[in-house]
């Protein structure tokens, strides 16, 4: 980001006149990151929430004997809010700030660790020690990367050989506890497609030793899964990814396990004389799992999972007529599910055994990251050790959290660099799919979820519209291309490092779990969908200003709006309709022309017309057409 150059002031009292002090939507906090955080190179960030339609903002320093304005730019305005930031110097020690804006009608506003004022006085000013500001080392390779997810069991068959005995045909309609006959060499026989397609990363869902097809529930944390090729299979996937420049991340859970962890089995067969018992949370002995049979009311969830315990895990199970739970573990489980007894990683043992895990597969395999599942229910300092110990063989190691909504505690630069953007895929099912929100409230959604964390997290967050816990896109667009395109078209665009679902560039459609893992259609390959989204991949990986330029929002009316991504030799336009009616939309002035367009759209001098569900990019400066 370009740094902004300061204005040297008299006084930071009242830099534009007596403040208006109306309640005011002013939110700076020094100590968020994602309003003041450190740069690689040193520099400050500086974020600021205000209301909509401000005319100006500055953040006024006193450092030394100098007091300095530095003026923000506008980020955006929609709603009720706009957002407005700034890079500016590098700076040493301590200093003091406040800020100050100029409301819609022209009205000046200050803002103070008190709150709105009227002016800045002595003991008025944010306290600011560079050295606690917050920087984040994360990887380079990961901002703006476009990372594909695959569920190993439904991408593709590489080799036969490895089906479980009771596999199904491809093309069947996945169960929850069915196989298709995915693996791992299926991956790397087809890492051409990932290539073509334009893929920087892929992301796998669990493949280590499970009974299971999703691998949540993990048997053995330090074996592949032979159905899927065993770790011979692992290693000539790397190779494979690796060749190509394409990093791979792994998944997995440290919060629960299967029975047949050998710990957890431990526990059953000896019970409280286990040296494994206090790795987990026994509420009662004997260890058993309490079933009311005439609660269940025929559910087949609870059913089958007390066929797999007795299939799989050997736990006793115990038939009571009273009163209680259906299904009740004496021991803590994930959701109480009995077939997830939870890991207590406030274990010491416990815990160096999963960090040991961690760094196996990063040491043998030079895996690139991790996406880590229910994050929010392991202790904070357990992921702060996990990085510490994965950056001391891998600095570059790639941090992934699986939190939905609201992860800032996780990503303040001690644990987690990114986390599964599930805000941002909320935003476009919301708006573009379901048409529960309007565009004003669309773009009111970005512009928070841009202030939300450090400019560090958001060029790295997993942005998502769908993945292996949710339906389809497309299925809850009705079923509608160009709903599922004019959210990709987004996602492309959009600061944060995509994430496609495998499959949703053909696309494949899906229900809830576990019809949101079909097989991959190779057959549906070049389809009119898939090359649409082949050349905005493309565009964006030959485009600096589509993977790490700055972002601002230029305009929307009713339906449409367009913004911009933008280095110093690049801009990027942007221009989405979401609504039913052909609508123009007013643009600055550029030199290019539309390089990629859904639907219909067209240029008249500052002007664009879009069609009905369009959307296009013009490129202004170097750039090819695609």
Known sequence: MTRVAPIPLESDVQIFGNGNVRPHRLVFDPSDPAFLSRTTEGALSVRLVAPAGCREAMFAIRYDDRILGYPLRPVGSAGGLSLWEACIEPFTGRFECSIAVRLAEGAPAYLSPTGVTSAIERIDRFQVDVSEVAHHEAPEWAAGAVIYQIFPDRFA??????????????????????????????????????????????????????????????????????????????????????????????????????????????????????????WFVIRDWPLRVIHRPHLLD??????????????????????????????????????????????????????????????????????????????????????????????????????????????????????????????????????????????????????????????????????????????????????????????????????GAPGLYYGDELPIAGEGDPDNRRGFDWDAVGSAHHDAVRRLLRLRHESPALRKGRFTLLAHRRTAFAYQRETEDERIVVAVNTGARALTLELPRLDGGVVWSAGSASRDGRSIRLGACSGAVIIDGHGTRV
């Open 157 to 278: 068959n590489g080799d036969p050989a490895l089906n479980p005995p009771d596999v199904e045909p491809w093309d069947a309609k996945p169960g929850s506890a069915s196989f298709l006959g995915g693996d791992l060499r299926g991956i790397a026989a087809r890492v051409d497609h990932l290539v073509e397609l334009g893929v920087d990363a892929v992301y796998l869902n669990p493949i280590f030793t499970s009974p299971s097809n999703h691998r949540y529930d993990t048997a053995d944390y330090y074996s592949v899964d032979p159905v899927l090729g065993g770790d011979d299979a692992l290693g000539e996937l790397v190779g494979a990814l690796h060749g190509h420049g394409i990093r791979l991340i792994l998944d997995t859970s440290f919060n629960h396990c299967h029975p047949q962890f050998f710990a957890f089995a431990d526990v059953v067969a000896n019970g409280e004389r286990s040296a494994y018992a206090d």
């Open 298 to 495: 025929g559910s087949a969830y609870w059913v089958r999972h007390i066929q797999r315990l007795e299939r799989e895990a050997g736990i006793p199970i115990e038939i009571r007529h009273d009163d209680g739970p259906a299904v009740e573990p004496t021991y803590d489980a994930w959701y109480g599910v009995p077939i997830m007894p939870r890991i207590d990683l406030s274990n010491a043992a416990a815990r160096r055994y999963m960090l040991g895990v961690a760094t196996h597969w990063v040491r043998k395999f030079d895996i690139d990251g991790w996406r880590m599942d229910v994050v929010r229910y392991i202790d904070h300092d357990f992921w702060a050790e996990l990085r510490s110990e994965l950056h001391a063989v891998k600095p570059d190691t790639f941090l992934i959290a699986e939190v939905m909504g609201d992860a800032r505690r996780w990503l303040h630069g001690g644990e987690f660099d990114a986390t599964m953007n599930y805000t941002f895929r909320e935003l476009c099912l919301d708006h573009i799919a379901l048409g529960r929100i309007d565009v004003e409230s669309f773009l009111e959604g970005l512009l928070e979820l841009l202030a939300m964390y450090s400019p560090t997290v958001t060029h790295r967050n997993h942005n998502l519209l769908g993945s292996h816990d949710t339906p389809r896109f497309v299925t809850l667009a009705g079923g509608d291309e160009r709903k599922l395109l004019l959210a990709t078209l987004i996602q492309l665009t959009f600061p």
